[in-house]
Antibody, heavy 125, light 108 residues
Framework: QVQLVQSGAEVKKPGASVKVSCKTS????????ISWVRQAPGQGLEWMGW????????KYAQKLQDRVTMTTDTSTTTAYMEVRSLTSDDTAVYYC??????????????????WGQGTLVTVSS | EIVLTQSPATLSLSPGERATLSCRAS??????LAWYQQRPGQAPRLLIY???NRATGIPARFSGSGSGTDFTLTISSLEPEDFALYYC??????????FGQGTKLEIK
């Protein structure tokens, strides 16, 4: 079965960086993308960005694009998301989700059809 | 950036009743609209994609409709496990792939 297992909770100081991992299994990693979504305490869902495992293309939310980097490692079928220059506004649960990609104009799968369990990142001095 | 507005913010119904949730887009999103359910303490779950396609394993009581700027998620007969938060998301013009602010479906 498809599984996405994220790394554990993190506590960071303002100005620091955090890197969250998302280990996948149960499907052909390279045929999909990975999106990252975050949720601040008591708030709604915020889309952060997407990466195609197939060709490494990325799309980031404009408000985050100067501070976030998404990568994948096909040898370990793991995706990573790093946020730099953290502030208290970055305190949230961060989710990875399997996502679709487009190959030769064909969308390969439904969007965000399997999710990780979430990683709580707390930014506090 | 396309803004999605969900209504109502909170919907109070009883098990067995029909639920109708709305999502309105600030621009035409064609059919690229998805719905997600989030139960307390859990990750979101895909229910509907491309307006009306049920995701794998989603019961038939969930259905989606609409086009352009107005979309609806309907739950035909509420089960106890359906009381949760619901979000719509558009993928017509991205980045960003924006989410609505959510509708809380609560037991009356």
């Amino acid at each position: 079965q498809v599984q996405l297992v994220q790394s554990g909770a993190e506590v960071k100081k303002p100005g620091a960086s955090v890197k969250v991992s998302c280990k996948t299994s149960g499907y052909t990693f390279i045929n999909y993308g990975i999106s990252w979504v975050r949720q601040a305490p008591g708030q709604g869902l915020e889309w952060m960005g997407w990466i195609s495992v197939y060709n490494g293309n990325t799309k980031y939310a404009q408000k985050l694009q100067d501070r976030v980097t998404m990568t994948t490692d096909t040898s370990t079928t793991t995706a990573y998301m790093e946020v730099r220059s953290l502030t208290s506004d970055d305190t949230a649960v961060y989710y990875c989700a399997r996502d679709s990609i487009t190959i030769f104009g064909v969308v390969t799968s439904p969007p965000l059809d399997n999710w990780g369990q979430g990683t709580l990142v707390t930014v506090s001095s | 950036e396309i803004v999605l507005t969900q209504s109502p913010a909170t919907l109070s119904l009883s098990p067995g009743e029909r639920a109708t949730l709305s999502c309105r887009a600030s621009q035409n999103v064609s059919s690229y609209l998805a719905w997600y359910q989030q139960r307390p303490g859990q990750a979101p779950r895909l229910l509907i994609y491309d307006t009306s396609n049920r995701a794998t394993g989603i019961p038939a009581r969930f259905s989606g409709s609409g086009s352009g700027t107005d979309f609806t998620l309907t739950i035909s007969s509420l089960e106890p496990e359906d009381f949760a938060l619901y979000y719509c998301q558009q993928r017509a013009t991205w980045p960003p792939a924006t989410f609505g602010q959510g509708t809380k479906l609560e037991i009356k």
